[in-house]
T-cell receptor
Framework: AQSVAQPEDQVNVAEGNPLTVKCTYSVSGNPYLFWYVQYPNRGLQFLLKYITGDNLVKGSYGFEAEFNKSQTSFHLKKPSALVSDSALYFCAVRGLNDYKLSFGAGTTVTVRA | NAGVTQTPKFQVLKTGQSMTLQCAQDMNHEYMSWYRQDPGMGLRLIHYSVGAGITDQGEVPNGYNVSRSTTEDFPLRLLSAAPSQTSVYFC?????????????FGEGSRLTVL
């Protein structure tokens, strides 16, 4: 069975500092990996995805993620965090021929001014 | 574009009652899915569909029923509500194939079962 782990419930950073949100996954075969963001009382919004190719994926709002096959990780990064990046972030995975998307428990990011 | 529309946004039920959460999308997406979100547990897949007439179970299907008679609509039925079904429910859709997983979400439906 596929699964996603987000080891940190909360990440706190100062505005302007780098932001990293960690994600590790388990799936049979090659993974399709995704990051989503949820602002308070809203639905989730797609940020970026990895399917194949370059291990560094760029997405919306200045976010990027690095796929590491040997460590089965897909960490989300932003070089300079903004207060408006404060939200709940979810990592998700599915297998190549599996259309069930599995989500992690989420990481709450707080960026202080 | 309306995107993914869920109704109702809020609902309170008594144990044993039934209800249907409606979901409609106007993006011609083949893939549609229902998730529930509970604190500390992320999103868990209830049911999904890869096209009209085709549905399948996700991680937590018990107590829920779905049908997909058209591409646009994917209603979720609670057959006999239980307090454990108190949750926020999200409908999501995407194109089918390599882009499955690049989901568009509705705003959510908050359900309380007393």
């Amino acid at each position: 069975a596929q699964s996603v782990a987000q080891p940190e419930d909360q990440v706190n950073v100062a505005e302007g500092n780098p932001l990293t949100v960690k994600c590790t996954y388990s799936v049979s075969g090659n993974p399709y990996l995704f990051w989503y963001v949820q602002y308070p009382n809203r639905g989730l919004q797609f940020l970026l995805k990895y399917i194949t190719g370059d291990n560094l994926v760029k997405g919306s709002y200045g976010f990027e993620a690095e796929f590491n096959k040997s460590q089965t990780s897909f960490h989300l990064k932003k070089p300079s965090a903004l207060v408006s990046d404060s939200a709940l972030y979810f990592c998700a995975v599915r297998g190549l021929n599996d259309y069930k998307l599995s989500f992690g428990a989420g990481t709450t990011v707080t960026v202080r001014a | 574009n309306a995107g993914v529309t869920q109704t109702p946004k809020f609902q309170v039920l008594k144990t044993g009652q039934s209800m249907t959460l409606q979901c409609a999308q106007d993006m011609n997406h083949e893939y549609m899915s229902w998730y529930r979100q509970d604190p500390g547990m992320g999103l868990r897949l209830i049911h999904y569909s890869v096209g009209a007439g085709i549905t399948d179970q996700g991680e937590v299907p018990n107590g829920y029923n779905v049908s997909r008679s058209t591409t646009e609509d994917f209603p979720l039925r609670l057959l006999s509500a239980a307090p454990s079904q108190t949750s926020v429910y999200f409908c999501a859709s995407s194109f089918f194939g390599q882009n499955t997983g690049e989901l568009f979400f509705g705003e959510g439906s908050r359900l309380t079962v007393l």
